[in-house]
């Protein structure tokens, strides 16, 4: 036997599911769960059915059809979608509880495996976007059938809940040890707009960074930033900084999105530090987001990034952003440029 998962819309009038499942039953087709959604053209029927072996998903569309059925999808399914929705929706929500930034991976599973696309701008369209609380939003696509209402509505409350973890300050974490937090990836950061009051810790952790780190970060030898350096990194006239705080107070992550004088190739330059300790958890993808989020609230259709060549690990994280870039040699570096808008987007909100 094999496992199927059956989505199709139905008249919504009494009898049609049971026309629906003697049809499949004809073919020797058990029904193992099933979900009905109401819509506008009548319910969607959305259903895990175990078939014999030797059964096409063509032969289900048919039966599907013969049963009443219209615009059958028909894939193959496992275990996991025997679990019935609360269940899933609890276990969606506990993933959440430790590990917020598990955000589009968490509404890909509710939303049987549709893809969560990750957009700077949090513009309105006509297919769902969720706010993502890193910043920017979330694009749900279904290739093969439209969301239901009740499957928005979902959505809507796991990012809802997301948000509340984000917001409480730190990430969900709280019943964690700071070992077991520190373990965890981004999630054990609280991110915030850094002040005056900052510029010690700040220095303190480029203290703690390696010469290679520092290096990396600001193309130069220099042991670290002066205090007079720090304080223009982390002034809101001059740009957008962001820092992590681990759960033990310490600042670990800074993050940079500096204004660019009109000679420059774009609005804004971005500059990313990870403490040492902290590197390969994700928490520089999950800050360069949170800026080029700012960068789409201040319409900036494009940001720089300049980069030694053999800077990798920020040449993968520009790269795996998921936004079309832009590479350019000049004396030896190379200045990436990112689009954080299309043109055509950012001309409209001018």
């Known amino acids: 036997m094999t496992l199927w998962q059956i989505r199709t819309v ?5 009898g049609r599911l049971a026309a629906l499942a003697s049809s499949l039953a004809d073919l020797s087709v058990n029904i ?4 009905v959604h109401p819509v506008v053209a009548g319910a969607v ?3 895990v059915a175990d078939a014999p072996a030797s059964l096409t998903a063509e032969e289900l569309v048919a039966a599907v059809g013969a049963g009443g059925g219209r615009r059958a999808v028909v894939r193959p399914a496992d275990v996991h979608g025997l679990a019935d929705p609360p269940t899933r929706a609890l276990q969606l929500a506990a993933r959440l509880v430790r590990d917020p930034e598990c955000l589009p991976l968490a509404l890909s599973d509710l939303l049987d ?4 696309q990750w957009t700077p701008a949090a513009d309105p369209s006509d297919e769902l976007r969720l706010r993502d609380p890193r910043g920017g939003s979330l694009r749900i696509v279904r290739m093969d059938a439209r969301l239901t209402p009740s499957e928005t509505a979902r959505a809507h409350a796991l990012a809802d809940l997301a948000a509340l973890l984000v917001a409480a300050g730190d990430g969900g974490d709280a019943r964690r040890s700071a070992p077991e937090a520190a373990e965890g990836s981004a999630a054990a950061v609280h991110w915030r707009r850094p002040t005056v009051a900052d510029l010690g810790a700040i220095a303190e952790m480029h203290d703690r960074c390696s010469d290679s780190s ?20 982390i002034n809101p006239r001059l740009g957008v900084a962001l820092v992590g705080v681990a759960p033990d107070g310490k600042v670990v992550v800074l993050g940079n999105l500096m204004w660019c004088a ?10 990313l530090l990870v403490e040492d300790a902290w590197q390969a958890r994700g928490l520089g993808s999950a800050l360069a987001r949170r800026l080029l989020a700012a960068a789409a609230d201040a319409e900036c259709a494009q940001v720089h990034a300049v980069v030694r060549p053999d800077n990798l690990p920020m040449l993968r994280l520009l790269a795996g952003l998921g936004l079309p870039t832009h590479r350019a040699w000049d004396e030896g570096m190379l200045t990436v440029t990112v689009a954080v808008m299309e043109k055509s987007a950012a001309e409209g909100r001018l």
Not at 113 to 116: C, T, Y
Not at 214 to 233: D, E, I, T
């Open 214 to 233: 520092r290096y990396r970060r600001y193309n130069s030898g220099m042991a670290r930033p002066s205090g007079r350096q720090l304080a223009r990194l």
């Open 10 to 14: 139905v008249d919504d009038e009494p």
């Open 113 to 116: 495996g549709s893809a969560v």
């Open 45 to 47: 029927d959305d259903f």
């Open 262 to 271: 009109a000679t420059e190739p774009t609005p804004a330059e971005l500059g």
């Open 32 to 35: 193992l769960s099933v979900q």
